[in-house]
Every structure is written in C-alpha cells, then in structure tokens.
T-cell receptor, first 114, second 119 residues
C-alpha cells in the first residue's frame, strides 16, 4: 500500500532557530517527492520537487534531502521566521507522466514563536 | 506563472441547497484538474480527477451524484455540492495540471481553497 508518513506531527520552535522535518514513504513506482507549505485556510504551495536522482534541493531557507535507498526525505528550515508557521506536507508522486498520482503525508504543523 | 484560482473563497449555505465552486487555471491550459477535500488537522483527500471534455473519475467512497464535476474547458472546472448537509462542511481545494517539461514532472498547481460551511 502506498503510504507517506511524517514526523513530528507538530513542532514548536523559537524564531531564528533551525528545524528539520522528516518524511518516510513506501510508494511504488516512485516518480518524485515534493514538499509543500500550507498556511491555515490556504492551498498548498510547492517548496521543492526532487526526482529519484536528486538528493538535495534548496529553495531559500528551505533545503530538502532525499535518500531513495532508505525512502526517506527531510526538510530543513534555517533561521526560522514567524511566517514559517504553517503545515508542511510531504507528497510523493506515484507512477509517471500523465497517470501519476499524488500520495499525501498528514503533515507537520510548525509553530514559530517570537 | 501557473496560477490557479478558486471562487468563492468561502461560502455558507443552508442544508438541502446546492453550491458551486469554480476552479480556474489563469495562465496555462489544464488538461487535468483534481478536486480535494480537507478536514481540520487532516491532509488533503482526493475526491475526483477530471480531464477536459470527459467524465470525472471519482475516488472510492465519493458519491458522484452528490459531488458533480464539470470540466468543460481547458481553464475551468466546477464542483457542485448538491443537497448539501452539515457533514459536507469542509475545505475544498482544486489543483490543475498541464503539460510541462520535463514531461515526467507534470506539476500540479493548487488553488487557494474554498471553505464551505453548511448550516
């Protein structure tokens, strides 16, 4: 069964600190892995997309890693800001081309406090 | 680029009435559109997939007669919740997918969501 698990479920950090969110997946056939940021009451916004051959990708203060052998990914947030408070969702794309299907993790709710 | 809009952003309707939600791809042609619903503190759940000009494919457990989907053009899909009940209250999010290079990415772009409250 295709599954994406994220940890922790929620996290509270102080402004300026770094944090790392984890994602484990069992998805076949694997196409790509995405991290999304979802603000409360808004739709998800893409942060990074990684294919099988990529093991790290950065987008500003966000850096995602992918280990396709262990089927794990992480999202590292550097120098957190209050605006980083949101739900971060790991999504794995199964299949390829026009028939791919997104498998969503349950998200990590991050709260950045002043 | 690749902006998806939804209208309305929130709607309140009475039990038993129907409500229509629009999803538009503003600057690209969406060959496929997806409808999701999201309950509080839960992740997105795919309801249905629609390809332009053909009938939508519904996920298991989603009533196609209750959630009517129309994808009449490459830039517009609509979701109509018929005979709405309080348990239909949820956050509805659409996403749109077009042709992109490299082909294996087929990026999905999400709309901002529509909050439906049925009283």
């Amino acid at each position: 069964k295709n599954q994406v698990e994220q940890s922790p479920q929620s996290l509270i950090i102080l402004e300026g600190k770094n944090c790392t969110l984890q994602c484990n997946y069992t998805v076949s056939p694997f196409s790509n892995l995405r991290w999304y940021k979802q603000d409360t009451g808004r739709g998800p916004v893409s942060l990074t997309i990684m294919t099988f051959s990529e093991n790290t990708k950065s987008n500003g203060r966000y850096t995602a890693t992918l280990d396709a052998d262990t089927k794990q990914s992480s999202l590292h947030i550097t120098a957190s800001q209050l605006s980083d408070s949101a739900s971060y969702i790991c999504v794995v794309s199964a299949g390829g081309g026009a028939t791919n299907k997104l498998i969503f993790g349950t998200g990590t709710l991050l709260a950045v406090q002043p | 680029g690749a902006v998806v809009s939804q209208h309305p952003s929130w709607v309140i309707c009475k039990s038993g009435t129907s409500v229509k939600i629009e999803c538009r791809s503003l600057d690209f042609q969406a060959t496929t559109m997806f409808w999701y619903r999201q309950f509080p503190k839960q992740s997105l759940m795919l309801m249905a997939t629609s390809n332009e000009g053909s009938k939508a494919t519904y996920e298991q457990g989603v009533e196609k007669d209750k959630f009517l989907i129309n994808h009449a053009s490459l830039t517009l899909s609509t979701l109509t919740v018929t005979s709405a009940h309080p348990e239909d209250s949820s956050f509805y999010i659409c996403s749109a997918r077009g042709l992109a290079e490299p082909l294996h990415l087929y990026e999905q772009y999400f709309g901002p969501g529509t909050r439906l409250t049925v009283t």
